[in-house]
């Protein structure tokens, strides 16, 4: 299955490379040249658009993950940690989107804030000021920055129980390091080498990014990915070489952001050694345990409030700055949209089931296939080996605009046509990365016993995978589906390039409205994004207590 995954990657890889250098004989490229890396660097703001989005990747990561760490270390074991556990939760659920748009609601000239702002500061008018497209990229970095926190926050939750924090926080304390220094120097290293992969996978989204640089972003220049997708769609198919160089050239502007987070990682590590060599304990550090909390407090508010701001304007009637609320509402909007929208919601849905549910079976066969190899070596702690690690999130560590359009050009050379299944397979090579990551750790947490206690009664491997594991692990197997599923929903670049217009999703749908001015629509059609993965969330919640009501009734007698 690791190799499955990495395929495609290889296949696009070289499905840009060639073109890059000048040859695609289908269009007319029978020779090897750098004419198109000529052609590249000719374009005016190129270079703006290159540190644009290596600022992006290395500004996002950095923020999100400092804020992580800040916010465990002051609440870890806390009211504060557990109410943030279920509060963020439903936020993967929110496609990357829909927490665009819902941030642009908020802080655009016309949005929630500047109508807060407007009595105490006498404003009539929303601001002539330039938020959302702004040159420096600053709104965009705070939508990835809003989306990502909470994400690498579950993800370390996940990873906390793994770093034994309550024993090496009692030994941090009757040193007399305070709780943030304590947590900081003995827990969070452990932590972070257990989220490292998903760190580098946001490292790599954030520079690379599509859908929010085109809701948020700046547009002259804009992004260089964004830029690469108006060159691959271009009428004109001579550009399909300079945008080939470009996929290289972001390959190259990741693989430098990932190289200074490298360098980043062995410098925060000497200066953590160096100021727990120096005895900095940081005992009174009140103030800023409560600091702490406003990065993520900004970032799932940010979400929140910026979903029910779209929910308003969804229904809103004539709105007038500076209100706060719509003075009246209707529902013809979302009665337009549901009319134009059923044909993509049929498509996302269907696409996002096919993958979602062909990633779980191949994981499913992979961790088994895994923990069966260890058991037979009698190895004491079950996890995935470095490399079969690598593999299968490789195409969340290389940037999707580097390969998807060589795909793209190697299944236009097999004479494949846009389809579901055809789509469902592209969207599969993302979604099964995330499956495995939810998935895995539950699975190999199981109790060995259990397979014990059936080979003893006589079942065989199948039958105790799906009598005893699969019922055991229920609640985690059916969160990794919807993880899957909402993963899926998301998937916006693959969906335009793979689809070629084709196979319109609510995704590529709400996307498309960016460039327009109706809030209304764009509201509608953003809450209908988040709408499938949020059922898809509830029913991996729900299902488990229904499935298991037999067994909590023998339990209770």
């Not at 990014?209 to 972003?217: R, Y």
């Not at 407090?297 to 409030?305: D, E, M």
């Not at 049929?346 to 088994?368: C, K, N, P, Y």
């Not at 059609?525 to 059922?535: C, D, E, K, R, V």
């Amino acid at each position: 299955m690791p190799l499955f995954l990495a395929l495609p990657v290889g296949v696009g890889l070289i499905g840009v490379v060639l073109p890059a250098f000048g040859y695609l004989p289908a269009l007319g490229g029978d020779a090897f040249s750098l004419k198109p890396f000529r052609h590249l660097f000719a374009q005016p703001g190129l270079a703006a658009s290159a540190l644009l989005s290596h600022a992006s990747g290395l500004v996002t990561t950095a923020i999100s993950t400092l804020g992580v760490a800040l916010f465990l270390a002051a609440f870890h074991g806390t009211a504060v940690e557990r109410i943030a556990r279920r509060a963020l939760a439903p936020l993967l659920a929110v496609p990357h989107a829909a927490a665009a748009f819902g941030l642009a609601f908020l802080i655009a000239p016309s949005g929630l804030i500047f109508r807060l702002l407007a009595a105490p500061f006498d404003l009539d008018r929303p601001p002539d000021l330039l938020i959302i497209g702004d040159p420096f990229g600053l709104a965009m970095m705070a939508g990835l920055i809003a989306k990502e926190m909470p994400f690498l926050l579950l993800v370390a939750f996940a990873a906390l129980p793994q770093a034994d924090p309550r024993r090496r926080m009692q030994l941090a304390a009757s040193l007399g390091y305070g709780r943030m220094a304590g947590f900081l120097h003995t827990v969070w290293p452990g932590v972070y080498r257990q989220i490292r992969l998903p760190v580098l996978a946001v490292a790599a989204y954030a520079s690379g990014v599509v859908d929010v640089a085109l809701i948020l972003g700046p547009s002259l220049p804009a992004p260089l990915a964004v830029r690469l997708v108006s060159w691959m769609n271009d009428p004109d198919l001579s550009l399909r070489f300079m945008a080939s160089a470009g996929a290289l050239l972001q390959l190259a502007i990741t693989g430098l952001v990932l190289l200074l987070w490298f360098v980043g990682e062995r410098l925060v590590g000497r200066i953590r050694r160096s100021v727990g060599a120096g005895g900095w304990r940081l005992s009174g550090d009140g103030a800023l345990r409560a600091a702490s909390c406003i990065p993520v407090a900004l970032s799932g508010g940010a979400i929140f409030f910026g979903l029910f701001w779209l929910l308003l304007w969804s229904v809103a009637g004539f709105w007038a700055f500076p209100a706060i609320l719509p003075p009246s509402v209707s529902l013809q909007t979302w009665g337009r949209a549901l009319e134009s929208a059923g044909g993509p919601l049929a498509t996302t849905f269907l696409v996002a089931i096919l993958s979602a549910s062909a990633a779980l079976v191949l994981v499913v066969v992979l961790l088994e296939a895994r923990r069966r190899q260890f058991r037979a070596s009698a190895a004491r702690a079950v996890r995935l080996s470095s490399v079969m690690a690598g593999l299968i999130y490789l195409p969340l560590i290389v940037p999707q605009i580097a390969f998807i359009f060589g795909l793209q050009v190697t299944i236009l050379a097999l004479g494949l046509t846009p389809s579901l299944l055809l789509l469902s397979a592209v969207h599969l090579v993302f979604v099964a990365p995330y499956v495995a990551l939810a998935l895995a750790d539950p699975w190999f947490a199981v109790d060995p016993r259990y397979d014990q206690v059936a080979a003893s009664l006589g079942h065989g491997s199948l039958k105790t995978l799906f009598r005893i594991r699969l019922p055991i692990l229920t609640h985690a197997v059916l969160t990794a589906l919807a993880i899957g599923f909402a993963t899926s929903v998301g998937q916006y670049l693959p969906t335009v390039l793979i689809g070629a217009g084709r196979l319109p999703t609510i995704t590529t749908e709400a996307v498309a409205l960016a460039s327009g001015g109706n809030r209304r629509v764009i509201g509608a059609y953003a809450l209908l994004q988040t709408l499938l993965p949020f059922l898809a969330f509830t029913l991996s919640g729900t299902l488990p207590r229904l499935l298991s009501g037999r067994r909590l009734a023998m339990k209770r007698r």
